[in-house]
């Protein structure tokens, strides 16, 4: 039985990954999509909301309607209270702030990220036995949908047309036995002109719930070359996945099947990123600026998922691996050679110092100043050229640099 619910006239919510179900479960097709809305400014985000039932629903795949030269990404949320009760509201705090929507944040209460969207990826269906369980006694009383518009030319006259870009979910009563989740990592921090740095986060996994992730997730903008992702258990390195971000930006399987993430383990990113500009370019909300973001979609046995929901680091140029509160425990040393390497090449995309040093640290470092150790092989390609850009009365630093270069 197959029912297409268009968001307009009703606002209640009733690429295959690889896991075990014995019955076929009842089927039916929601689409929620945007109200033939006509956003006037470039980078302008727009959300709708749309209410779960008071019984609980099982959301086990995602199609996509929408075209990467409008909508820069699409962001499906679970929420305990949307941001407005006007719809539909610009929720694009840190961007355009539009006069023509009432504006408010995303969730007022309760965000977590269930679905996303960007670069013409395709539909998404879950494993089965897997779904996202919204409404019920679940925390997800409403969904939430965010729309980044990256172009309005099309919205403007003389053209004058309107958008209903969104997501077909495909739902089920049948209760799932395995509950999905999305954990996301990400940094703040600045890329420097004519650099290539490495934006790394890493965050303690403190649940008592073992999470299975089958499927991940990459996003940048321009300057990002590879996005990698990893569990560390004991001081063992393990990918979950590691993608080319300029690829359509889908949830692809994870690269190491059977992982378990358990209580204790250190989840961790890098981003590795490059920019030829003559800027320094920051994290932020616009297509002008960048982001370093890698999704871990998991499934859990029973019903409960992970409190956690998000791991996010200051970012370059003050915050790397080394910094991590647990860095001894992540056995820096063994890093993946891969980490920096785009999928079907075999060349490490290695940090490269700008122009002079403090372009990138500051005045005043001195022992922060640098990445950490497992880095310097990187560093030591730039070592003339940093010497160069040392003043005379640098002796100190210039000494600490060369003792860590010449002892690499």
């Known amino acids: 039985m197959s029912a297409r619910v268009i968001y307009l006239l009703v606002l209640c919510l009733g690429g295959t990954l690889a896991a075990p179900s014995t019955k076929v479960p009842e089927e039916s097709k929601i689409d929620f999509l945007m109200p033939n809305v006509q956003p006037k400014v470039a980078d302008t985000y727009l959300c709708i909301s749309m209410k779960a039932n ?97 172009s309005v030319d099309t919205f403007l006259p003389p053209n004058n047309k309107t958008d209903s870009s969104g997501i077909t979910m495909t739902t089920t009563n049948t209760e799932m036995p395995r509950r999905a ?34 499927a991940f997730r990459t996003h940048t903008h321009s300057l990002g070359k590879v996005v990698s992702g990893y569990v560390i258990h004991d001081g063992q390195w393990r990918e979950i996945g590691r993608q080319d971000p300029h690829k359509p930006q889908m949830f692809y399987n994870a690269t190491t099947p059977g992982l378990e993430i358990k209580k204790g383990d250190i989840l961790a990113a890098r981003c590795t990123m490059q920019n030829d500009k003559d800027v320094d370019v920051s994290i932020g909300s616009t297509q002008n600026d960048e982001m370093c973001n890698f999704y871990i979609m998991y499934y859990t046995d029973g019903d409960r998922i992970s409190d956690q929901t998000y791991c996010f680091t200051p970012g370059p140029t003050t915050w790397y691996w080394d910094q991590f509160e647990r860095a001894d425990k992540m056995n820096l040393a063994a890093i993946p050679r891969t980490a920096s390497i785009i999928p079907g090449t075999d060349k490490v995309i290695k940090q490269k110092i700008p122009r002079s040093i403090y372009d990138l640290y500051g005045d005043g470092a001195r022992d922060e100043l640098l990445p950490a150790d497992y880095s310097w092989e990187a560093l030591s390609d730039n070592a003339d050229e940093i010497y160069d850009n040392l003043s005379d009365n640098d002796a100190e630093l210039l000494a600490y640099l060369k003792n860590k270069l010449n002892n690499y």
Request: glycine residues 10%; negative net charge; charged residues 15%.
């Open 54 to 150: 008071t019984t609980p629903t099982y959301i086990v795949g995602f199609a996509p309607h929408a075209n990467m030269e409008i909508a820069h990404h699409i962001l499906l949320y679970g929420c305990q209270e949307p941001g407005s009760k006007k719809q539909p509201w610009n929720c694009g705090e840190m961007a355009h702030l539009s006069s023509d929507y009432n504006t408010g944040p995303v969730c007022r209460s309760g965000a977590q990220i269930l679905y996303a969207w960007a670069m013409d990826a395709p539909s998404l269906k879950l494993p089965e036995g897997v779904g996202f369980t919204v409404g019920g006694s679940t925390d997800v009383k409403y969904l939430v949908m965010q729309v980044h518009y990256k």
């Open 181 to 214: 989740g999305v954990y996301l990592l990400g940094t703040s921090g600045i890329i420097p002109s004519h650099s290539t740095v490495y934006m790394e986060t890493a965050c303690n996994f403190d649940e008592d719930v073992v999470l299975h992730p089958f």
